[in-house]
């Protein structure tokens, strides 16, 4: 399991350039099945544009694109080359135009869409998914304070937290933080309190 970076939900912005208005939109898609399915979503949205222009970047290295229309390599292209410099996967974007009845040359919409995708892009809220370990700890009502504040220093994820005879929580680590994390609980608990390893997953993290 690689760690990579991805968007947490679907996100879209818009700009116009010359009375064209090019709309950005994101998504994340774990498979081709959901990138296309996404796309079919937007072209019916926007069935009266244009282009619905389109890349996305899959972590088992599958990656597409489409010009839908445009001359060749000025659009799918351009909002490739943003996905991939973002340092995103399991993500497409489709840029949708809808033409405002003036030419901007090849370079104007190499420029115009790699801008949309961007802002669609910038306009989502990213997370990391990495590899990760779920533990649990018990512990008497005194502790819960000290092992609460220190959480704050890692990267994790509070699951639950029950409140019984005693306090159990379960945390989700970032994978890289467990050990620091058990030395500083040994040493703050006086190894009173034991973490006990539930499962090795792939966490989600936000950025």
């Given at each position: ?58 972590k ?54 790699a ?48 409140f ?41 993290f936000?950025?």
């Amino acid at each position: 399991m690689k760690e990579y970076v991805t968007v947490a939900q679907k996100a879209q912005d818009d700009f116009f350039e010359r009375k064209s208005q090019f709309i950005g939109a994101i998504a994340p898609a774990s498979t081709e099945e959901e990138a296309l399915a996404f796309l079919s979503e937007v072209r019916a949205k926007h069935r009266d544009a244009r282009h619905n222009c389109f890349a996305y970047v899959l972590k088992n290295g599958v990656k597409r694109c489409s010009d839908d229309g445009e001359p060749q390599g000025t659009a799918g292209v351009p909002i490739l080359e943003v996905v991939e410099r973002e340092g995103i996967t399991d993500v497409i974007v489709v840029v949708t135009r809808y033409f405002g009845g003036i030419l901007l040359g090849a370079g104007g919409l190499v420029r115009a869409y790699a801008h949309a995708a961007k802002l669609a892009v910038d306009a989502a809220q990213r997370k990391v998914m990495s590899p990760a370990v779920l533990l649990r700890l018990k512990m008497d009502y005194n502790q819960y304070g000290k092992i609460n504040n220190i959480l704050s220093k890692y990267t994790a994820v509070l699951q639950n937290t029950e409140f019984t005879d005693m306090v159990t929580m379960g945390i989700l680590f970032i994978e890289r933080d467990v050990e620091a994390f058990r030395a500083e609980l040994t040493e703050l608990t006086a190894a009173t309190v034991v973490p006990e390893e539930v499962e090795r997953c792939m966490g989600e993290f936000p950025l």
